[in-house]
């Protein structure tokens, strides 16, 4: 049996959904984009108070660098995360759900 410990590795590679299918587990991961969660948005409103600058600039700037242009809203991430947690998500394995808003396609 493989360390399924975590990890990158863990996240990219199939090799623990290999693992555990003949005893009927999934193994999927997500790797997600930056949402507009409180968290992720106090850390870009404090330099923009720090700078003088205004916030809603700050934040329009920074989310301007997303390549779809925007934040993903907490519950475009958590879709996803609630499919692979269903039932109806269980033929979902090996494979990561990125949603991260075209970072791989730039």
Not at 42 to 65: C, H, I
Not at 67 to 93: C, N, Q, S, Y
């Amino acid at each position: 049996m493989p360390d399924l410990s975590g990890g990158y590795g863990m996240t990219s590679s199939p090799a623990p959904a290999c693992a555990v299918l003949p005893r009927s587990i999934c193994s999927s991961a997500l790797h997600p984009g930056t949402a507009a969660t409180p968290s992720r948005l106090q850390r870009v409103r404090e330099p923009a108070r720090r700078d003088a600058r205004p916030v809603s600039k700050t934040l329009a700037a920074f989310a301007g660098g997303q390549p779809v242009g925007r934040f993903a809203l907490p519950k475009e991430i958590a879709a996803p995360a609630m499919h692979l947690a269903r039932a109806d998500g269980a033929f979902t394995t090996g494979t990561p759900a990125t949603i991260h808003g075209g970072w791989t396609v730039l």
